[in-house]
């Protein structure tokens, strides 16, 4: 039973979603305070690459290894971020050409490629990875086994952030300041929110979320560094953001409706069903249109869509 | 506040300001636009800091980095444009960004905060549902969730710029009440406005701006309106004389508006049937207090707005609806209320502004190109002939001042013979001097022949230039009178929704 | 105390100044990283700017990069002029190579000088169309055009991983067995192989006609955006969109053309791809160097103007260039992307100084009071 299609894809759909849910939970920190950052996909490979060096050579148990390789991808994400916010807040820069150019200092052709090769770390396979573990010995449950209890720690890490990103978001003050702060700098301002510290601390975090996200892949998903590794997760994310309307708990629907696209062609081509795998992998893109189509009415926009300082920089001494 | 000195780029917004305000006290701070008024309310809270100068609280120096030092000196603000967050609840705004009682705990709780602010609502008079979303609420309920933010923090320093500007006279009058109880309890209310009937009304004591400076401070029981008005505009006012009006003959109707309905941004009626004609050379005046409709009625005759129903006619020929280019074509001339940005495109040179709607002209282009030289000559002509200063054709836009942009959009506006001219504030925000130069132009222009519709909200303005003052309220005409009999007490009185 | 100020006028020099500024303040950056990676910067710098400029072929192959860049700059500058974010040059370009590649197809058998104009035609028109997805749905939905085009890049990117690897589709090249097992796309007629001229300046130095295609759309652009009626209200409507319906412009039908010109500029570079240098539907070859996203960093570091891209796709594309030649154990393959966004980093900083007046301390200068 637990080698059936669905069980099968709705496990992978958990293990491809995860990558895109750290970054699409770190996208929405930073997209709720206003600040639009289009370099996830840069921040996502710098954290796979340097999460990926401090496991080949950091000597020390494997939990311990693995916790500091975490600690360093988020450090590296958020390095990456502070770029990107020291241009769009500090500098007001177009925060769509900043968001580019990160990826592009970053990305698949940039600093991740310059760090993966200049650190030899393409010739071997991971020393340490994140295994699936037992949860509570449950594993062998039909249907759910695999789906809920056969995950590695980063899947249920993943599900605790979604939690504390929602109830952040929701019902703390900071959380409750931070949606001012991307609704209306302005009044934030005004009421004595420090506007420029919330964008730095959000936009960090969120890089660190997406550093994370880089790591699940290069930890537990293929773990081995070659250059592009995420493939494209970083956009994806950023839909997912949109997709999700802005909310933690959609993030995670909508992460694993994504990664079953990603997993089923290759579950479907290792049973001999040959479907362009394009047809599922476009999907994702497709469907981010349409729902960008669905809420683009001006009604739609004021009950769930996107922050209405989304993009814009604040500046309060100007006339 | 003692030698307030504050600068902007190009511009000396206070110039060595002195204020001084007592515990339990309603000080009015009064000054035409542009004297000075927000700039120091907003150095007062921390928002801007001023460039020379010291603030003392309760008899102490005091420095402010930031809005929140400020509110810790528990001092509040009501902005003329509010400072809310519009998706958020009424109780969410109150409590963003305090950081005492309630405000400290990491855990929001929605219900104590619902709870105090409901309490608060109903001891001062100003009642709003806290679970309310913000941009569910009419422009007075905001309001009162600015002053309840305020009393949420229980400010001993409660400022508001102009806060009557976009209330009915009762509403008004609610309002002062509340300020009154506020004052009783020993708070002081920093109460910013130009109106001086307003002033006089509520005010303890009044301070006068004029051009950056502090002109006077005195007990407004001994100011008259009069003395006030004198001091606020520096020398004796005249009362500008009633325009001159050619007997009535029978005329064509120029402009005929058809019961119009046009709906707002929020997607209910802003203008709910109206209908009115103005004749060739006359200048009739749609009166009323901002945000009756007049925006949405403007827009409409000009094509930016789609009508639900009705028509424009110009010269008995029907108007395509929301299209401009038709009512330009149909010479429909609009000046703006929002000059820059509406009226202009700012990063561009005055050139390209002058021709902003004649570029499809034979005399701008040949084909699809642009006569450049002509083009610099026409801005070269308008600058000229209308007497904008500081600006050569390839000035951009937002590098002039108010009331140099006004006289840009006026001379477009005007330079096409228009048949019809919507003029919307066209003096607000401007100084005497240039009031006096506009109301000329108008005037002028009606004698060419056009039929202008002034819509405005200064009494004065209006009866010193409309032949027929049409009063608009809710988005509908409540009156019609003549403008040369017409009595400022009946036309404020409608105006604020009352009946004759 | 630092202060920020918005300018009221943008002295002409700065506009020169600042971008050279940043070029240096970013190789000085770069140095940075180089030394803290154990490289020794100028010997780096040296080797890159031989290898982009003054080795033996070196200005061949620098062109060879440019070419596309200087498309897809051109299209991204068209676009942002009016603060139409079109991100989709990437995909636009792909379209312009599928369209390009078919109608070469079509019309074999045909001249040279028929088959360059085919090919150009349905490369513009089929990024136009690819373009005209966003646009239409910015017009008349308002959808944000940043993240539907952004989305339609990947799209686009595998319809034509589709088109040759996993189906029959027309541009593959069934014709051999061993073109089933490795598929490519079917080698295009010679007559569809575009010309190249030579300069002799030293060294001989092949010049691509695409290049010169991308020049003359530069005139071209330059032309309609500072001299046109159209011109005109594409800068109004990207600097107030209330002042241009005022004026009475039709808004909706200029994001459209606007959106359609943008991508048929990006389509002609997947054109100039097929006739100048692939000569086959490559989909490798032409999402390998990111031409798009380049293209959207030439536009920004040439600050929008049409000349300033063809000159900044020059400086960027022998980079790239560099980059490609000098690949191996002692030069690491990233260094190059590196670069071209600490470049932007710094441009992106600089334009603040172009926007903005900063002025330190609290020294008065005169102040005028208007009215």
Not at chain 2, 449 to 470: C, H, N, P, T, Y
Request: glycine share 12%; charged share 15%; hydrophobic share 50%.
């Amino acid at each position: 039973m637990n080698n059936s299609i669905v069980v099968v894809v709705l496990a992978s759909a958990v293990l491809y979603g995860t990558p895109l849910l750290y970054a699409a939970l770190g996208e929405l920190l930073a997209e709720r305070s206003g600040v639009l950052n289009l370099g996830v996909e840069g921040m996502m490979l710098v954290g796979a690459v340097l999460g990926f060096w401090a496991v080949q050579r950091i000597g020390a148990s494997t939990p311990l290894v693995l916790a500091g390789a975490i600690g360093v991808a988020a450090l590296a994400g958020a390095a990456m971020a502070l770029i990107h916010a020291f241009l769009v807040i500090t500098l007001r820069a177009n925060q769509i050409v900043s968001g580019l150019a990160l990826t592009l200092f970053a990305g698949g052709a940039g600093l991740s490629s310059y760090l993966g090769n200049d650190l030899s770390l393409g010739d071997a396979p991971a020393r340490h990875v994140f295994r699936d573990v037992n949860a509570f010995g449950l594993q062998k449950l039909p249907v759910a086994g695999p789906i809920v209890f056969g995950q590695s720690l980063l899947v249920y890490a993943s599900w605790l952030s979604v939690i504390a990103v929602a109830l952040y978001l929701s019902r703390t003050r900071p959380g409750l300041n931070v949606r001012a702060v991307g609704e209306s700098p302005a009044a934030a301002d005004a009421m004595g929110i420090n506007v420029t510290a919330y964008r730095y601390a959000h936009t960090m975090v969120g890089g660190a979320f997406a550093g994370v996200g880089g790591a699940t892949f290069s930890l537990s998903i293929t773990p081995q560094w070659v250059d592009n590794l995420t493939s494209g997760a970083g956009w994806i994310a950023i839909a997912l953001v949109i997709f999700a309307f802005w909310r933690p708990a959609l993030c995670l629907v909508g992460a694993y409706f994504f990664g079953a696209f990603a997993a089923l062609p290759f579950t479907l081509q290792a049973r001999g069903v040959t479907v362009a795998p394009e047809l599922f992998q476009s999907l994702p893109y497709v469907m981010t249109i349409v729902v960008l189509v669905l809420v683009s009415s001006r009604g739609a926009r004021l009950r769930l869509g996107a922050p209405a300082a989304l993009g814009t920089p604040y500046v309060r001494e100007e006339r | 506040m003692r030698g307030i000195v504050k600068r902007f780029p190009g511009v000396l917004a206070n110039d060595g300001v002195d204020f001084e305000a007592a515990e339990g006290e309603i000080h009015a701070l009064l000054g035409e636009n542009g004297a000075g008024k927000s700039t120091l309310a907003n150095i007062l809270i921390g928002l801007y800091r001023p460039d020379e100068g010291e603030i003392s609280l309760y008899g102490r120096p005091t420095h402010f980095h930031s809005p929140r030092d400020a509110l810790e000196a528990r001092i509040s603000m009501v902005h003329q444009h509010f400072r809310l967050v519009t998706p958020f609840s009424v109780a969410e705004n109150v409590i963003l960004g305090d950081h005492r009682g309630e405000g400290r705990r990491f855990i929001v709780n929605p219900r104590a905060i619902e709870r105090r602010v409901a309490g608060l609502g109903e001891r001062y008079g100003i009642a709003v549902d806290p679970r309310a979303r913000v941009w569910q609420l009419s422009v007075g309920e905001q309001q009162r969730v600015e002053i309840l933010k305020a009393l949420y923090r229980d400010a001993r320093i409660l400022i508001l710029d102009e806060p009557t500007a976009v209330l009915t006279p009762q509403e008004a009058e609610a309002l002062f009440h509340t300020l009154r109880t506020m004052a009783a309890e020993g708070r002081t209310i920093v109460f910013i406005s130009h109106k001086l009937k307003e002033v006089k009304a509520v005010a303890d004591r009044v301070t006068v701006l004029r051009g950056g400076r502090s002109i006077a401070s005195l007990p407004s029981a001994e100011a008259t309106q009069r003395s006030l008005a004198n001091l606020m505009v520096g020398r004796e006012v005249e009362m500008q004389g009633r325009r001159e009006r050619k007997p009535p003959e029978a005329r064509s109707e120029r402009l005929e508006i058809d019961a119009l309905w046009v709906p707002s941004d929020r997607g209910g009626p802003a203008v709910k049937g109206i209908s009115l004609c103005a004749g060739a050379g006359e200048i009739v005046a749609v009166a009323g207090v901002a945000g009756n409709g007049q925006r949405e009625l403007a827009e409409a005759i000009a094509g930016m707005r789609t009508p639900a129903a009705g028509a424009v006619h110009v010269g008995g020929k029907a108007l395509r609806a929301g299209d401009p280019r038709d009512a330009i074509e149909a010479g429909i001339a609009y000046v703006p209320e929002d000059r820059l940005g509406t009226g202009l495109a700012p990063s561009l040179s005055v050139a390209s502004n002058v021709v902003l709607k004649s570029y499809r002209s034979a005399a701008v282009s040949r084909g699809p190109l642009l006569r450049l030289g002509s083009i610099r000559a026409r801005a070269a002509e308008l600058i000229q002939r209308y007497h904008v200063s500081g600006a050569v054709p390839s000035t951009p836009a937002r590098g002039l001042s108010g009331g140099n942009l006004q006289k840009v959009v006026l001379g477009r506006e005007l330079s096409g013979q228009p048949r019809v001219l919507i003029a919307a504030s066209p003096t607000r925000g401007l100084d005497v001097g240039a009031i006096e130069t506009v109301h000329a132009y108008l005037r002028e222009a009606a004698g060419s022949g056009a039929a202008i519709l002034l819509i405005s909200e200064d009494l004065d303005e209006i009866l010193a230039l409309a032949d027929r003052v049409a009063v608009i309220y809710e988005g509908a005409l409540v009156g019609e009178v003549d403008g040369a009999t017409a009595d400022v007490e009946e036309v404020g009185l409608l105006m604020a929704g009352g009946t004759r | 105390m630092i202060r920020v100020e918005r300018r009221l006028r943008r002295p002409r020099w700065l506009t020169v100044a600042v971008p050279v500024g940043s070029l240096a303040l970013a190789f000085v950056t770069s140095a940075v990283v180089l030394v803290a990676t154990g490289h020794a910067p100028l010997h780096t710098y040296r080797r890159l700017i031989d290898a982009g400029f003054l080795a033996n072929g070196a200005l061949s192959s620098s062109l060879t990069s440019a070419t596309p860049l200087c498309f897809t700059g051109l299209g991204a500058a068209a676009a942002f002029r009016m603060q139409l974010f079109n991100i989709g040059g990437e995909g636009q370009l792909y379209f312009g190579a599928i369209g390009a590649a078919a109608a070469a197809l079509l019309f074999a058998g045909q001249s040279t000088p028929v088959e360059i104009v085919v090919m150009c035609l349905a490369g513009a028109a089929a990024g136009a169309a690819w373009a005209a997805i966003p646009g239409l749905l910015r017009a008349f939905l308002h959808t944000n055009e940043i993240i539907t085009s952004l989305m339609l890049n990947y799209v686009a990117a595998l319809i034509l991983n589709y088109l040759i690897f996993d189906s029959l589709s027309y541009w593959r090249d069934t014709s051999t067995a061993e073109a089933k097992v490795f598929p490519q796309g079917k080698t295009l007629p010679d007559a569809a192989t575009w010309p190249t001229s030579t300069l002799h300046l030293g060294t001989a130095i092949v010049v691509p006609l695409g290049i010169l295609l991308a020049a003359v759309l530069a005139a071209g652009l330059w032309t309609l955006y500072s001299r046109t009626r159209f011109g005109l209200e594409v800068q109004v409507i990207g600097d107030s969109p209330r002042a241009a319906r005022y004026a009475g412009m039709r808004t909706r039908r200029k994001i459209v053309a606007v959106m359609c010109l943008s991508g048929a500029i990006a389509g002609l570079g997947g054109a100039s791809q097929d006739g100048d240098f692939r000569h086959l539907l490559d989909p490798r070859g032409l999402s390998q160097a990111a031409y798009g996203y380049g293209g959207i960093v030439v536009a920004a570091l040439a600050r929008y103007n049409p000349f300033a891209v063809v000159l900044v796709a020059f400086l960027l594309g022998g980079l790239q260039n560099a980059g490609y030649a000098l690949q191996g154990a002692d030069f690491p393959s990233g260094l190059v992307g590196v670069m071209q966004g600490m470049i932007l980093f710094c441009a992106l900083g600089g334009e603040l100084l172009v926007r903005y007046r900063i002025r330190f301390g609290r020294t008065a200068r005169p102040v005028v009071t208007t009215a």
